[in-house]
């Protein structure tokens, strides 16, 4: 081993300076100028993501524990930006809530360790290291979700995401640990090659998938999702649900396609269930929502279904549209969140029945999040249509021709209550409508992002073809 | 830039012009330039197409080929034949005069025009595809807007409408999606490449058993827009609730793009499907058409006469095409392009009573050819138009259907035939009813005595309607010998 080896790990070696970093500024910087951590913290951030764009070798680490794709460096750079993004959204709300009480540097901290423990869990090249990285970045958020102390529901939020979260590493931990007794070990190349099927291999392949489950809130492990999205800060919600969520579908995927692969008999019908489970019991949930954080949450549950579909084909395809979606899903969820967090942390207001008449006070904000909702359900020229169209390609190519049909169904149950938002905010008109308020810079900076990204991520075509291109590896 | 292109492009442009417009004057202009532009362009079309196929002998003219996704084989192809090139002409017009009508838009009149922007670009996009995915873009481009321009602008129970239409449009294209999988995953049958390419697709033997499961699902996805009995129920309830000009757009120009998706993917790609599966969809279309006639009868309010004659009318395209022979395709396109006038003019002078008189209800109109004597005459002489009248392009194009349809001699056709005939007495006695209970008689509300004559926009996109509606009626040879021309290697595939 050499230093040059240590290359590998640029991004994590950055990311964990940039936290020291704030370490040692939270204790220098006084008291009255606590603010100016928040811009220095987005800038380390910002740099780090622009670092992340710089080319990057292929190898692996620690023999074989740590490793290092083209594939993996991209999805660290989408969540990067999908962090970056979250950062310049929720600049305010640490201004004004959180720094005022002197505790925001920990939020930092907490986020970034995170984010560094997805780092580790999407590297991994053996079970301890992804479970490392999964604990790494499960612990912070519940913290971070019980970051509004003075609210009640913040807190429970938190209990709930920690109890949770402990009982599905645990029953994971127990999956990963029947692998190894029936491959004799860790590493995911050795298990690739090891396993064969066997009831005891079924039985640990099931205690994984519902640990990972849990962390992309697949229907029947979703029971957490709405109350741990409605009580804990916005951005935190935001947070589990794109950073996270991407994340644990981008490592689930490349266990399965090459880790787990000769058991694929046995996980395409899991996920065949999962898929239409999900689906269509968060779409069910999500009609009837009023909160904004609750129907964004069961939102996202539908989307983990949709993403399913790409996971159950065990191909090249369905790795580059997986990829492809949760990187447009991102974009998507962060520009909804993004309007939701900017209204709420002005007015207060979180219900859809607030947003009547939207359009007519706040018409820039109503367009993003009319962008974002069609996104989510698909529909042109945005990017969502393309994810979807793309991963329903992937299904069909396996021949699931009937799960696509309700797939679809689904797509057209999702547009309803997407419609529903949009009613609210451009048919309506109400007379104490949320009156026009000017948005911070760095807000702007944050939801013009993300409609950058839901406009040109579909219609500009070359992203898709290089995750095509470096997905080919993969298998 | 080529010719087709210019046709999604100036939409965009007119929306940039659009979104810096402050208000109605400076919107209107921009639609209405964008629009006059657009309709020169589609003139230039007509004869440049013409011009080219006399030395052009390809199915598609001035085609063009980019490609978009690399792995997926998915290409930005577009072409155009005399069907297509007519459709065109027909949006352009019905656009301009839907931007005429809506003059005087009182409430968000920025956003209503670049709805109507949207929707037609989306429809211009779908006339130019040859390509099975931008054709399913810009079929989803072109619906959405509807859910704005009813939600925002209808009347009535509009947020009801909206949702239903756009829901049940959406879960078609849904359908219609799995279709399109369904024929791209069997492309390669012959051992070529998988591809969206219509041209591309239509060379390849499609094994029987796909085409009889992909079949159902093209069709229905493409039909529910072009309002196939059962599925038919969003289009009275939306046209009752949008506003006069997109009414006139809905009934004019999208609801062909169901007609022309049949005729280009489900018809033409999958042959055998459609022979396996036409008796069942002749059923359902024909229903249709006599439903649709006799729920006309029943109403009361003008746009759900209206809104059920369409019905009966588009019915009648999705009938002469599964027939699957010359003569009734040929009177399957003139039907689409002589209800697409015939129906925008129908809502035109209906918007422009409900907005003299403030009711649609013809039982409470009357006498108003005395009062309003231009719009009376003209909805008097659609009203012909509609009912077959020789000398209108109603005639021309119900003529070709039937005696197309009458060319099979197998019992059934002729069973469907007799039936869906005798739909056209129907529309005469809902026409007749009509025009005798609101325009002959006394005048039935003294606040009538004084309304406002027609204003020259009114007149302007009136007439713009009444011209081809004539023209296709007194002079159709030219027309239908361009689209004959055009079915024949759609025909050649068909045996």
Known sequence: MNTV????????????????????????????????IIHLALFFFAVHTLVGFLPMAEGTQFGGMFRNTSLIHLFKNILNIGVLILLFQSADWLQNKIFSQDRGTEFFVLLFTSLLGMYFMISAGDFLMFY??????????????????????????????????????????????????????????????NIEQNPL?????????????????????????????????????????????GAAAFILMIILFTVLKPLID??????????????????????????????????????????????????????????????????????????????????????????????????????????????????????????????????????????????????????????????????????????????????????????????????YSPLYEYIHELSSKLL | MDILTLFVALPALTILALIFAKDLRQSRTIAMVGSLIQLGMALNLLFAYFRERAINKEVFVFVKDVVWF?????????????????????????????????????ELPKEFFISLVVLSAGVYGFFISTDLFTMFVFYELAVIPMYLLIGIWGSGPREYAAMKLTLMLMGASAVLLVGILGIYFNSNADGG??????????????????QKLFFPLTFIGFAVIGALFPFHTWSPDGHASAPTAVSMLHAGVLMKLGGYGVFRVALFLLPEGALHWSWFFIILSAIGVIYGAFAAIKQTDLKYINAYSSVSHLGMVLFALLMLNK?????????????????????????????????RDVTKLGGLLKVIPFISVIYVIAGLASLGLPGFSGFVAEMNIFVGAFQHDNLFYR?????????????????????????????????????????????????????????????????????????????????
């Open chain 2, 70 to 106: 690399e792995s997926f084989n998915i290409h930005y192809s577009i072409g155009v034949d005399a069907i297509s090139v007519v459709l065109i002409l027909l949006t352009s017009i019905v656009v301009l005069a839907g931007v005429f009508i809506s003059w005087k838009m009182p």
């Open chain 1, 5 to 36: 080896n240590f290359l590998l790990m640029r991004q994590e070696i950055l990311l964990t300076s940039i936290v020291l970093l704030l370490i040692v500024a939270e204790i220098f910087v006084p008291a009255s100028r606590k603010k100016s």
């Open chain 2, 327 to 359: 003569t009734a395709w040929n009177g399957a396109i003139l039907q689409s392009l002589s209800h697409g006038f015939m129906t925008a003019l129908f809502f035109a002078l209906i918007g422009m009573i409900y907005g003299r008189t403030h009711t």
């Open chain 1, 266 to 459: 046995i996980w395409e019908n899991i996920m065949y269930v999962l898929a239409v489970a999900t689906m269509t019991l968060g779409n069910l949930f999500a009609l009837r929502q009023q909160n904004m954080k609750r129907f964004l949450a069961f939102s996202s549950i539908a989307q983990a279904g949709f993403i399913l579909l790409g996971l159950i084909t065990g191909t090249q395809l369905g790795a580059a549209t997986l990829v492809y979606f949760v990187a447009i899903y991102i974009f998507s969820n962060l520009a909804a969140f993004g309007v939701v967090q900017a209204i709420s942390q002005k007015t207060g207001k979180e219900n859809m029945s607030d947003y009547e008449g939207l359009y007519r006070t706040n018409p820039n904000l109503s367009l993003v999040m009319m962008l974002a909702l069609f996104s989510l359900a698909g529909i042109p020229p945005v990017a969502g249509f393309f994810g979807k169209f793309f991963l329903f390609t992937a299904a069909a190519s396996e021949g699931y021709y009937l799960l696509v049909f309700i797939a679809v169904a689904n797509v057209t149950v999702s547009l309803y209550y997407y419609l529903l938002v949009i009613r609210a905010m451009f048919l309506r008109t109400h007379p104490d409508a949320i009156p026009y308020f000017k948005n911070s810079l760095y807000m702007k900076i944050g939801l013009i992002a993300t409609v950058l990204g839901i406009l040109s991520l579909g219609l």
């Open chain 2, 415 to 495: 069973i469907a035939t007799i039936v869906s005939v005798s739909a056209i007495v129907v529309t005469a006695v809902y026409i007749l009813r009509v025009v005798g209970m609101m325009l002959m008689g006394p005048v039935k509300n003294d606040a009538y005595l004084q309304l406002e004559k027609a204003t020259w926009f009114e007149r302007t996109g009136i007439l713009l309607l009444l011209i081809p509606i004539v023209i296709i009626g007194v002079a159709p040879l030219w027309l239908s010998n361009a689209i004959l021309d055009s079915l024949t290697p759609f025909l050649a595939h068909l045996t």
């Open chain 1, 132 to 193: 490392l990285g999964l604990e790494l970045s499960t612990l912070p958020i519940a913290a971070l979700a019980a970051y509004e102390t003075h609210k009640l529901i913040s807190s429970e939020a938190a209990v709930k995401f920690i109890l949770s979260a402990a009982l599905a590493s645990g029953v994971a931990l127990f999956g990963i640990s029947l692998l190894y007794a029936v491959s004799g070990s860790i590493y995911f190349d050795v298990v690739a090659v």
């Open chain 1, 201 to 245: 291999t079924a039985l640990a392949l099931v205690l994984f998938l519902s640990g990972l489950g849990f962390k992309i809130s697949l229907v029947p492990f979703h029971f957490w999702t709405a109350d741990v999205y409605e009580g804990a800060p916005i951005c935190v919600a935001s947070y589990l649900s794109v950073i996270s969520k």
């Open chain 2, 193 to 210: 490449a998988l591809t969206f390419n219509l041209l591309q697709i239509a060379e390849v033997n499609i094994p029987f058993e796909a």
